[in-house]
């Protein structure tokens, strides 16, 4: 299963009872929340960016919706995959199309809150420290391999990711809206990297597992080189900005005006619920994943051209909010099991609300 597929409708049990008392009545033709894919302003505004994104990050279509997705609903994301896939290519990408600024931080074992945040520095100009901005103080952070920083560093991120601002000495700097952190790290290699506290994956409102492209899209990758057109190179001539950080902001409105039904509300709760019950999850989920899980139906919803949420909306973000927030039994990592396989078990023991 993908990062934004839901379970198979086939594989969804409907109870006769359910349907009958908490079905879903389309809208009438005509009304205001009637409306059809594409035809939103989130939707067109979406469309122009993934038209951009394409002309030089090829493939991985569920690394950029989810992307798309948690910038809208005003979140963060921790992106898993082995290296060489583009992750650096789609956030300089992003920068460039979306018209914000861009900065990217290797982490490394040596890497000191300072060098993510800024700190004071003196000038001898005005006799007196002033504060020098880290490279955090941007629009879009790439945050690379963020698995080798110690905790220290890494504790750095966490009010920046919370409440977008930097205190230094006492005095709130605060950055610039929008805000979005994409963190990678390698599910590969594990010497010298030390594992994010629980504290910090739960800032990220979704994780999603970048796979390798399929051969169609690998070949036109080689194409793109073959034609002397390197990432730089591609980079500065063939994107264009379509976007501001302002109309962005305008659609981060929009998703969050989006309307979600009170039988909505109760399934994504009774899923989160769901996993501290669920007997292979030594842990589960807070209700900030229920948070997380609403934020994103309702951007999956605006990108869909529609203003009110359905639980498709919620099984399509389920896995990559959930997957991070919930901890596997000893048991249950000894028989091999995966918390994508045990999460999809836990949706589907879920009644789903009808439309």
Known sequence: MNDFDSPAESEIQYPDELAASAAFEPPEPGSERASTPDSGPVAAWSKRIGAEINKVFIGQDPLVRGVIAALLAEGHVLIESVPGLGKTLLVRALGRVLGCSFNRIQFTPDLMPSDVTGSPVYDERIHDFRFRPGPVFTQLLLADEINRAPAKTHSALLEIMQETRVTIDGVAHSIEPPFLV????????SEGTYNLPEAQLDRF????????????????????????LGPDVALSQDLETVTGPDEILAMQRHCAAVLVDERVLGYIASLVRKTREWPTFALGASPRAGVAILRGARAIAALEGRDFALPDDVQEVILPALRHRVMLTPEAEVEGRGADELLTELIRSVEVPLR
């Open 182 to 189: 994409m963190a990678t790290q390698n599910p590969i290699e």
């Open 205 to 228: 409102l979704f994780k999603l597992v970048a796979d390798y492209p399929n051969l169609h899209e690998e070949t036109n990758i080689l194409r793109l080189h073959t034609r002397g």
